[in-house]
């Protein structure tokens, strides 16, 4: 880790604070959450992505989706790794959407399913059955949808999973 890094990484004291702010989200007015983010993200330097992204998302969350998107482009822009790149690209994604862009969506949930597997690999999917659907590939969107279901099933997780594979067939999702 260079000494740029130490300087833009959080500790574990800032990320105890992060999920301490998050846990009172739902009692915590919108501008009130907006704030007390951008207080703890100013902690950090102002390019470090991990706060950029933290920022976008209280943002997303809050309801102010189109000024959630230039954050979660600057954290990605600013070197955001690990799980929180994935995150910023799955809620960039879903915000691009919901603002009328599901080509751009899907293009970026495509591209997030060629990296590497972990466990927000059923999210990227979900995510993209969203943006698939609203571009009228209902049956690509039911392919991801059981796909990512089949993960979750206590039993007939592997027959789902070979019937989604049936449905992929004649789409060009797998």
């Known amino acids: 880790m260079n000494v740029h890094d130490t300087m833009t990484t959080p500790d574990d004291h800032w990320e105890e604070r992060l999920a301490a702010l998050w846990a009172e989200f739902d009692a915590t007015e919108a501008q009130t959450f907006i704030a007390r983010m951008d207080a703890l993200a100013a902690k950090l330097p102002p390019d470090a992505a991990v706060g950029l992204f933290e920022r976008g998302g209280a943002r997303d969350t809050c309801g102010f989706t189109e000024l959630a998107i230039p954050l979660y482009k600057a954290a990605l822009e600013n070197g955001l790794t690990g799980l929180r790149r994935r995150r910023a690209n799955i809620q960039m994604a879903s915000s691009i959407r919901h603002l009328g862009d599901p080509q751009t969506a899907a293009d970026l949930l495509f591209a997030e399913m060629q990296q590497g597997s972990d466990e ?10 969203l943006a698939l659907t609203d571009l009228g590939r209902e049956r690509e969107a039911l392919t991801l949808s059981l796909t990512a279901l089949a993960e979750y099933l206590p039993r007939y997780n592997r027959s789902l999973a070979r019937y989604a594979q049936g449905l992929a067939k004649n789409t060009d999702v797998a």
């Open 120 to 129: 927000l690999d059923s999210a990227v999917r979900g995510f993209l059955a």
